[in-house]
Nanobody
Framework: QVQLVESGGGLVQAGGSLRLSCAAS????????MGWYRQAPGKQRESVAT???????NYTESVKGRVTISRDNAKNTVYLQMNSLKPEDTAVYYC?????????????WGQGTQVTVSS
């Protein structure tokens, strides 16, 4: 069983910072990719940042320069450092991972953590 547990969300004022954590129940090297997604009320879930097993990263344009995804393999944890937060960053943030398993690409999701940015 694969479990992803997010933490670090909360209420922050515009311009502030938060660091989200995603702790996996297995070695994160098992995943070919991990990432952070977010879903705001009334909107589709969107990718925020991803990191591959090789360490390549990608960010959605709206967060570039403000957000950094990183990982600590020893702790089986992926982080999302968010700076200069804006009200439009308000959303539930989800950790996502994927791995090949029995010739199938399987996707796993965390329960989500709420990020609220006040103006």
């Amino acid at each position: 069983q694969v479990q992803l547990v997010e933490s670090g969300g909360g209420l922050v004022q515009a311009g502030g910072s938060l660091r989200l954590s995603c702790a996996a129940s297995i070695n994160i090297f098992s995943f070919n990719a991990m990432g952070w997604y977010r879903q705001a009320p009334g909107k589709q879930r969107e990718s925020v940042a991803t990191i591959t097993r090789a360490g390549s990263t990608n960010y959605t344009e709206s967060v570039k320069g403000r957000v950094t995804i990183s990982r600590d393999n020893a702790k089986n944890t992926v982080y999302l450092q968010m700076n200069s937060l804006k009200p439009e960053d308000t959303a539930v943030y989800y950790c996502k991972s994927e791995r090949w398993w029995t010739e199938e690409l399987r996707t796993y999701w965390g329960q989500g953590t709420q990020v609220t940015v006040s103006s």
